[in-house]
């Protein structure tokens, strides 16, 4: 099973970026997914998940109301829409998925499929 995220980039403070997370190899209805972030010298951090039929999500406090996840099970397509962007939000974006989980874990290490990473850069 593969997970791959795409959609980063350069973007100045207070712009938008969409990212996306394609799963083959099981529909996306299958998993837990969730969105993580590396900084440069940073631990691994959540950003947002969202259950396997999508009607359940879970944000960090430090984009709740700024990044809405979605899913669309007949694409196999998690979304993270990311609004007001911060220098600070800047880092490297992951999409994790396990079919093991019964609800969204912000702990990474409860992921066991990840994509590669796509970067996102926020200039002040």
Excluded: H
């Amino acid at each position: 099973v593969q997970l791959q995220a795409s959609g980063g980039g350069l973007v100045q403070a207070g712009g938008s970026l969409r990212l996306s997370c394609t799963t083959s190899g099981r529909t996306s209805s299958s998993y837990v997914v969730g969105w993580f972030r590396q900084a440069p010298g940073e631990e691994r951090e959540f950003v947002a998940g969202i259950s396997r039929t999508g009607r359940t999500t879970r944000y960090a406090d430090s984009v709740k109301g700024r990044f809405t996840i979605a899913k669309d099970n007949a694409k196999s397509t998690v979304s993270l829409q990311m609004n007001s962007l911060k220098p600070e939000d800047t880092a490297v974006y992951y999409c994790a998925g396990d079919t093991s989980l019964i609800t969204v874990s912000t702990m990474y290490n409860d992921y066991s499929d990840w994509g590669q990473g796509t970067l996102v850069t926020v200039s002040s």
